[in-house]
T-cell receptor, first 116, second 110 residues
Framework: GAVVSQHPSWVICKSGTSVKIECRSLDFQATTMFWYRQFPKQSLMLMATSNEGSKATYEQGVEKDKFLINHASLTLSTLTVTSAHPEDSSFYIC????????????FGPGTRLTVL | AQSVTQLGSHVSVSEGALVLLRCNYSSSVPPYLFWYVQYPNQGLQLLLKYTSAATLVKGINGFEAEFKKSETSFHLTKPSAHMSDAAEYFCAVGSDKVIFGPGTSLSVIP
């Protein structure tokens, strides 16, 4: 149980276009989901916390107008990279909180974004 | 504020040797601590977690970690390394959100 999926697994786009990445909790409801980005050979950096039915909470330094997050249901959160540029190329990983008494996050397999 | 440091960005061990990956944390509240493993171009897999129960935590694939409050450490060990253990390992601390350490790349030499 507790499976999180991401779609697409990889995407290549032209500079200036927008890309949407989906994160789904397949067998549980997640009131909270998280979005991370990971550059090559680096750690995961938390971008934002996505709460179902409310606005996302962004970490310091993350442009909320560039990285649009929507958490419209208890099983789906989306990250849209608007007007993507080559420097946005990265590995984007989402996670969903099972919401038990202690923190337990389940991670998706990640989405590789390449902006040409 | 919470933070994690991992001593050694790269560790090499011989197959069959002890694996020791170091993790120290900083937390103003009793921490939840995690170790994750990541294989190339894949997401993260939880190895084990500490949630204020037993200080010695056993995880999957023969890994275990010991929580030492006095040392603010949560080092990961495995008695005998396998080739399949070669991967990136992340220590993390968190409660409402998880903060990751910089990671340690483990190489296993045949």
């Amino acid at each position: 149980g507790a499976v999180v999926s991401q779609h697409p697994s990889w995407v290549i786009c032209k500079s200036g276009t927008s890309v949407k990445i989906e994160c789904r909790s397949l067998d549980f409801q997640a009131t909270t989901m998280f979005w991370y980005r990971q550059f090559p050979k680096q750690s995961l950096m938390l971008m934002a916390t996505s709460n179902e039915g409310s606005k996302a909470t962004y970490e310091q330094g993350v442009e909320k107008d560039k990285f649009l997050i929507n958490h419209a249901s208890l099983t789906l959160s989306t990250l849209t990279v608007t007007s993507a540029h080559p420097e946005d190329s990265s590995f984007y990983i989402c996670s969903a909180n099972l919401g038990s008494s202690y923190n337990e996050q389940f991670f998706g397999p990640g989405t590789r974004l390449t902006v040409l | 504020a919470q933070s994690v440091t991992q001593l050694g960005s790269h560790v090499s061990v011989s197959e069959g040797a002890l694996v020791l990956l170091r993790c120290n944390y900083s937390s103003s509240v009793p921490p939840y601590l995690f170790w994750y493993v990541q294989y190339p171009n894949q997401g993260l897999q939880l190895l084990l977690k500490y949630t204020s129960a037993a200080t010695l935590v056993k995880g999957i694939n023969g890994f275990e970690a010991e929580f030492k409050k006095s040392e603010t450490s949560f080092h990961l060990t495995k008695p005998s390394a396998h080739m399949s253990d070669a991967a990136e390992y992340f220590c993390a601390v968190g409660s409402d959100k998880v903060i990751f350490g910089p990671g340690t790349s483990l190489s296993v030499i045949p």
